[in-house]
C-alpha cells in the first residue's frame, strides 16, 4: 500500500522560509497519472490547496500563493518537497502531502485523493 510520510522543521521564525519533504513509499513519482500535492490546514480552518508536481516535473501553485511557494521532486530518493518562502504566523497550520489521480469520466475530468500523508504541524513565530 502507497505511504506518505511528512518531515521538516516544526517552528520557523517570521520572514524565513518553510521547508518541508515528503517521501513515498511503495509508490514511485516517475510512474503513473499521478499528481503530488501539497494541502495545508490553518487553526480551526477548512484546507487550502497549495500545489502540485506531477510525474514529469511539471508544477502549479495556488495563485495566491503562488509568488512564495516551489515544490521540486528527487526521483532517486522518490520524495518530493515543498518551499514556502517570507512566512507569517497567518502561515501556521498543520501541513499534508497527498497523492492525487486525476481521471477522464463523463466527459470531464475528475480527481480523487486516494493517499494522504498523517499531516506536520509547523508553528511561524511572530
Known amino acids: 500500500q502507497v505511504q506518505l510520510q511528512e518531515s521538516g522543521p516544526g517552528l520557523v521564525n517570521s520572514s524565513q522560509m518553510l521547508s518541508l519533504t515528503c517521501r513515498i513509499s511503495?509508490?514511485?513519482?516517475?510512474?503513473?497519472?499521478?499528481?503530488w500535492s501539497w494541502i495545508r490546514q490553518p487553526p480551526g480552518k477548512g484546507l487550502e490547496w497549495i500545489g502540485y508536481?506531477?510525474?514529469?516535473?511539471?508544477?502549479f501553485y495556488s495563485p495566491s500563493l503562488k509568488s512564495r511557494t516551489s515544490i521540486s521532486r528527487d526521483t532517486s530518493k522518490n520524495q518530493f518537497t515543498l518551499q514556502l518562502s517570507s512566512v507569517t504566523p497567518e502561515d501556521t497550520a498543520v501541513y499534508y502531502c497527498?497523492?492525487?489521480?486525476?481521471?477522464?469520466?463523463?466527459?470531464?475530468?475528475?480527481?480523487?485523493?486516494?493517499?494522504w500523508g498523517q499531516g506536520t504541524q509547523v508553528t511561524v513565530s511572530i
Open positions: 497527498a497523492r492525487v489521480l486525476r481521471y477522464y469520466n463523463g466527459g470531464y475530468y475528475q480527481q480523487s485523493w486516494d493517499y
Open positions: 511503495a509508490g514511485s513519482i516517475t510512474t503513473g497519472d499521478y499528481y
Open positions: 508536481i506531477n510525474l514529469s516535473g511539471s508544477t
